[in-house]
């Protein structure tokens, strides 16, 4: 409700405020983005570096840095029929039975 957005922009100006005191919350709060330039310009960073000196920076320092890499969950069989038929192009002649027919040939043809 209103109420618990109004809340939370009170808290979000205090908190900016508290830790980025050079921040003019007038002229960064109108629902824009900055990057780069003109984030730093704004203060809204403290600087412009790549995520490789940034890494490279932590890992002189002493610390440990991981590679985190996602892997979705494998698809079972008919969540990978639904998939095929809402990627597959699109072609009014062809039935759903017609591609799921195809789809079923290809699954048995990949095992």
């Not at 639904?82 to 062809?94: A, P, R």
């Amino acid at each position: 409700d209103q109420e618990s957005l109004e809340e939370v922009l009170a808290m979000f100006r205090d908190f900016i405020a508290e830790h980025r005191p050079r921040v003019d919350l007038e002229e960064v709060a109108t629902g824009e983005v900055w990057y780069g330039k003109e984030a730093l310009k704004r203060h809204l960073c403290d600087e412009i570096k790549t995520v490789d000196d940034t890494l490279l920076n932590y890992a002189n320092n002493g610390f440990d840095v991981f590679e985190v890499e996602y892997t979705p969950p494998r698809q079972g069989r008919l969540q990978r029929l639904l998939s095929d038929l809402e990627t597959e192009e699109e072609d009014n002649n062809i039935s759903w039975a017609q591609k799921s027919m195809r789809w079923f040939v290809r699954a048995l043809a990949s095992e």
